[in-house]
């Protein structure tokens, strides 16, 4: 196995086969499965026809095995998520809950790097913040 998700709250793996999984929620509070596709920056999705959202509309994001939200702590618009490689190395992922907007961010807890991808990810600033200031975000 070349990476995997896990939920941050109950550690329950959350990807199989080729996709993340989750339980989403649109802002009429209809629910769906939302499968996104793990390597970051692709920002391909499956869901069901009949699951219906908007470009712009904030999502709910839930882990599909204990029900907790995934929103980040330190910003209302990011999910949080943790990836672990091939060398069992973690890392936080984080990205945009709104629709169609692509910002991805990787972050590494050894060494506080961050990678950013995706054609809307200069609206998070903060992650491009110093490390020695990053230190005072308050993270998950």
């Not at 802002?27 to 499956?46: A, F, M, R, T, V």
């Amino acid at each position: 196995m070349h990476k995997y998700y896990i939920c941050p709250e109950c550690k329950g793996h959350i990807m199989v086969g080729d996709y993340i999984i989750f339980t989403a929620r649109n802002q009429k509070k209809e629910s769906g499965l939302l499968l996104l596709h793990p390597n970051i920056g692709n920002y391909d999705s499956i869901k069901h026809p009949s699951f219906k959202f908007k470009a712009g509309e904030m999502l709910e994001f839930c882990c599909p095995l204990c029900t907790s939200c995934l929103v980040s702590g330190f910003d209302k618009k990011l999910v949080h998520v943790i990836m672990v490689d091939k060398d069992s190395q973690e890392y936080d992922i984080y990205f945009s809950r709104i629709a169609g907007e692509k910002s991805t961010y990787k972050i590494s807890g050894e060494s506080s790097s961050v990678m950013s991808t995706g054609e809307h990810s200069h609206r998070y600033t903060y992650f491009k913040m110093p490390d020695n200031m990053q230190k005072f975000l308050h993270k998950d």
